[in-house]
């Protein structure tokens, strides 16, 4: 298996809903990764996870929680977000947080309504 | 702090003709360089990397060389196809120990498009 796969493909939600991300790869990577894109711009890092610990949180508002129940899993928890949330978010992986380049997933269409 | 300059698109091309797209780099010491594509709708996937000064990455009939020299790493590709339509983005990685290092820079990106 050399995917990581995001589910859901498509989600809205309003600005009082609380939804979650997922994202699952079963590489036997150690790092994973969230990003967000905008429209026609490049992705965003959002967090990192390092062997199941946060090791960065590009200062992202809190009303974005990141989870990594396992080394396979990635879940991003939403509570409360504005319609400028709306973007694609990206999930990816990687040996570990070395120059490896990422397995990135197909990515999660957030509209925020 | 580290940056990636891409050059400006949108490219359009027509079939089999030779494809360039410009990347230039500024980070300290020697980072990692990578191209990653992104078609309509999808993810970004990994198209080459090199990870040392005057590495050559390939991969499906692209290249790119790492030139220190010019902090540089152009994408080249001797005749595209219509179905090499997408965003093409370079990147890098920070070097080993550095406060960069795993997390990847992107460039603006590129879009090309190829007509039959």
């Known amino acids: 298996d050399t995917e990581v796969t995001q589910t859901p493909k498509h989600l809205v939600m309003g600005m009082t809903n609380k939804k979650s991300l997922k994202c699952e790869q079963h590489?036997?990577?150690?790092?994973m990764y969230w990003y967000k894109q905008k429209a026609k711009k490049p992705p965003e890092l959002m967090f990192v996870?390092?062997?199941?610990?946060?090791?960065i949180n590009e200062s992202v508002p809190s009303r974005f929680s990141p989870e990594c129940p396992n080394s396979s899993l990635l879940n991003l928890h939403l509570h409360a977000l504005q319609p400028e949330d709306s973007a694609l978010y990206l999930c990816?992986?990687?040996?570990?947080?070395?120059?490896?380049?990422?397995?990135f997933g197909s990515g999660t269409r957030l509209t925020v309504v | 702090g580290n940056s990636v300059t891409q050059m400006e698109g949108p490219v359009t091309l027509s079939e089999e003709a030779f494809l360039t797209i410009n990347c230039t780099y500024t980070a300290t010491g020697y980072p990692s360089l990578f191209w990653y594509v992104q078609y309509p709708g999808e993810g970004l996937q990994l198209l080459l990397k090199a990870t040392k000064a005057d590495d050559k990455g390939s991969n499906k009939g692209f290249e790119a060389t790492y030139r220190k020299e010019t902090t540089s790493f152009h994408l080249e590709k001797g005749s595209v196809q219509v179905s090499d339509s997408a965003v093409y983005f370079c990147?890098?990685?920070?070097?080993?120990?550095?406060?960069?290092?795993?997390?990847?820079?992107f460039g603006q990106g590129t879009i090309l498009t190829v007509h039959p």
């Open positions: 996870y390092s062997y199941e610990k946060l090791s």
């Open positions: 990816a992986s990687s040996q570990d947080s070395g120059p490896y380049g990422y397995t």
């Open positions: 990147a890098l990685s920070g070097e080993a120990g550095g406060t960069s290092y795993g997390k990847l820079t």
């Open positions: 590489m036997g990577h150690r790092a």
